[in-house]
């Protein structure tokens, strides 16, 4: 047990690509928890899909045993939190645990969207920030104007910012001094019942589900019988440890101190971030302020290409979710991709983070349709039911409205691309709340409806802005909008999967887009093929695939016959991947390709 | 032998018959577009060559006791570089191995260089009664870009001399071909009308696999007609032939009534036909059960093996019944005649309908692609002209 006030908790905050990882990698190396032979870059992101994006998706957490320049040791834990948006509650419940955060920012790049969002985030938490300047070794470096910006537009003393390079290791033992010196130390009570916060948990596949708590009061001992105080589960404490960032066993955590507890928990559907645990035998009488279940909000069919995989694709699901129980997942039927299922996820890139997860750790080749949000459709006889398939809608006739979520959403960028910017959200439907400049960069504060944004606006944003502009968002409320469900028709039948839920006034712009899309990807049959995207019985637009003109092998005669009967048996296979639509049959990848229609 | 005299087939309309092809895989050169099994060599030892044809022959009667060959077609390669005196003792161990038909036709196939045009009468000596001159294009740079050895003008010397021997000939010819153009290709073919007897055969350009022209085309050095355009010279054909008489039997080949090349007719009907020589492929019927037969590729391997086994057969394959079936629709459907259900009951057991989606015949018929009444089931024009489509979505 180490005494309180040796003790400093801390997170990083910072913007993807501004050296987060490489710092935490220095930190570890100089406190010597790992060594030279054993570090690899990025340590702490463990998943491939991590380290090749860069991103963090777990909470990961390292303790750290620092000699400080007042002769005294002190045990540094370092929350490394998921830095996305689709992550907001994880990093809040990250951020709840530790007292003080390192705000990283790139010394010539400066304060980006999502620095902001976090760094918000930490000051709500109410962090102790220490500003630190990454990359000062790169001849771009500014850090005088980049201190200025965190001044002007963060409104954070940057006076005394450490100026570092992570890469390169300078300067790494004045950010461990200043963790020391400018940290509060946590507080707690040893003596009262056990209150420890559920900050996230994942599943291993030798020791089951593993839980990173922080404990506040009490003591979490191995052997102890524990309650989760929201989702009410009791469990027994096997093991209980902490990270170097190799696993220790302690067998106990004390208050202020952060680490790993396994209790015998199959899955991880049953721990919930942001949950209490306390003792079963002495309870705490509340729990943690902050709990929230994670609530899914975009969904999307993910269907496999091959028909025969659809056991394979549930089977593993199902395991997916022992690792992350925030998606849900049901099944769904679709005329135009076969079986599959409805997947909930809490942002864009979580999703993508699924899909991906799937097809590479458990080889599925995936099809996904366009993202939905969540809409609230309210009928006529009063009640309200959440939508989140566009072939679920209702009956016109039975609705009385329809309210759909809309986000607050900060957007930087340099003023050059700002009229383009500004274009580009009031073609969405946007609502500007803010405009304000730091320097030759502009800072938008808008409203913006979901739906608008999972249909293409982050990949529109990089390229009117050539990536420079960066951005963040939180939902803020549900609003009725004049929405309405836009259908493709092919031979004047229904392609389900292609089906989407949008604003009046987008449904021509889109579905001119598509038809004018799918004309291209279909090719010639031997009848023509309409394809039009229709709301209810009203055709918005049109386009037709001319019947083919003429399709055969100039010669075949006794030598070939063998050679072409495999090449139609070859053709006959092909036709299993088509769907039939009346006279004409369309390829899946047809479908699959229009699905893509965003990357564009 | 003696000679047989050319006549016009006189047996019963449809019936597939019992052929024999003869492969001749030797060239003088390979051309760009050609991916059949030919060779260039220096040197061919005819007797060699003689001898094992005829013990392949021997082999392939052996095991087809009975039957009467109502034709013969010698195929290469290039089968005018044959000596006559090889093509008369290969057709005098047919007759002696088997009984013929006595309306029987043999082809050969033969490239119109004034080499090879002049042995035209030794071929006629040998028993030869038809020639299918591989022209190709009537104009010197088409020609050339075909990499073909011969000029304009001897193809015109060639078709002259065939005309003076033979009652019965063709030619083939090669359309779009990069920047032809509708104009151009009609006074094509009507200059082929005023040379043609009663038979042409028109085929477009493709590219194949493993050729020349499959690397050039890759690489950007021509361009061929687009599909639309590839479709009205298509149309341009089928319309222009029909109007002087002789109209499309099978996709790509035309000729005057009754005078169809009785030989190809088998291939299309899937009737009998026995294969020797290098890579040649054959279709037997034994018992009830269709066989493929299919010998061995290389013209050395070939030689050997027979030599040393007395036949050159790689491979016997039975077609099962689902193949027999789809094989013999694909076939009889590129026939403007289709395929008789006498045909199906004979070959397969079946009825069209018990082979064919019902749904999908709907919509063909419907479409007018494909017609099925109490006597036949066939492609029309339309139909023929996507035959690759209509048998994707014909058959189950």
Redesign the interface.
Known sequence: MTDLSHIRNFSIVAHIDHGKSTLADRLIQHCGGLEAREMREQVLDSMDIERERGITIKAQTVRLTYKANDGQTYTLNLMDTPGHVDFAYEVSRSLAACEGSLLVVDASQGVEAQTLANVYQAMDAGHEIVPVLNKIDLPAAEPERIKRQIEDVIGLDASDAVEISAKTGLNIDKVLEALVARLPAPKGDAEAPLKALLVDSWYDAYLGVMILVRVRDGVLKSGMKIRMMNSNAMHTVERVGFFTPKAVLTGVLSPGEIGFITAGIKAVADTNVGDTITEERRPAAEPLPGFKPSVPVVFCGLFPVDANDYEHLRDSIAKLRLNDASFAAEAETSAALGFGFRVGCLGLLHLEIIQERLEREFNLDLITTAPSVVYHVYLNNGEMMQLHNPVDMPDPVKVERIEEPWIKATILVPDEYLGTILALCTERRGIQVDLTYAGNRAMLVYKLPLNEVVFDFYDRLKSVSRGYASFDYQIDHYEEGDLVVMNILVNHEPVDALGTIVHRSQADYRGRALVARLKDLIPPQLFQIAIQAALGGRVIARETVRAMRKDVLAKCYGGDISRKRKLLDKQKEGKKRMRQFGKVEIPQSAFLAALKMHDD | MTQTKAVAPTAPASAPGF?I?VHWPFCLSKCPYCD??SHVRDRVEQDRWRAALLTELDHYAAQTPGRTVTSIFFGGGTPSLMEPATVGAVIDRIGQRWSLDPAIEISLEANPTSVEAHKFQGFRGAGVNRVSLGIQALDDAALKFLGRQHSAGEALGAIELAARHFDRYSFDLIYARPGQTLKSWQAELDQALGLAADHLSV????IEQGTQFATLHARGDFILPD??L???L?ELTQAHLSAAGMPSYE??NHARPGQASRH?L??WRYGD?V?VGP?????LTQDGRKW?T?QAKAPETWLARVEADGHGTQETERVDPA?RA??MV??GL?LAEGIPRRRFRDELGLEPEDLIDPVALG??TE?G?VTLDADRLAATDAG??????????L?K
């Open positions: 052929a092809y059949f099994n085929y477009q350009l493709t599909d639309e590839a479709g009205e298509y996709i790509s190809n088998t291939y036909y294969g890579g040649a492929h054959g279709r493929a299919r193949a789809e094989e694909m076939m590129r919509h063909l479409g692609f023929r002209q996507r035959l690759n489509a209509v048998l994707a979505a058959l």
